[in-house]
């Protein structure tokens, strides 16, 4: 994977790194759990991030390459997780409600505080569908 990351969390439970990147159209999450190396930068740009095959032992050893230099680290785990908000948009516009909804509950949360609000507001919610 190749892109800009920065590192969010340096010294996580059990020496856990967390990265966080822009790209494109979604924001990726590296969580490295177990990270054993050299001290990372701030900010790593043109990052690209793949397992060390040129290690003696390759079992949990990485090799991130950036502007910033070369660094090769072992850890236990290296998760990806990616935050996609393209693809829940579409399903979630069904479920938004229109605007004389809002400026309604805008309203209605505002009668709140006074007696009777909490009625008002549970019966504009029954009639509503």
């Keep these: 994977m190749t892109g800009n990351f920065r590192v969010v969390e340096r010294r996580g439970p059990a020496g ?3 990265l966080r990147g822009l790209l494109d159209d979604r924001v990726v999450h590296l969580v490295i759990a177990g990270y054993a190396g050299p001290e990372l930068p701030e900010v790593l740009t043109n990052a690209t991030i793949r397992t060390d095959d040129h290690s003696v032992d390759s079992e949990g050893a990485w090799r991130i390459t950036s502007n910033e230099g070369t ?29 004389t909804d809002r400026m309604a509950l805008r309203v209605l949360l505002g009668l709140l505080r006074l007696p009777g609000g909490a009625r008002l507001l549970r019966l504009w919610h029954s009639r509503r569908r």
């Design 16 to 18: 856990r790194r967390l």
């Design 71 to 99: 660094f090769n680290f072992r850890s236990r785990a290296l998760d990806r997780v990616e935050e996609c908000p393209v693809l829940y948009e579409p399903m979630h516009r069904k479920f938004a409600l229109a605007m």
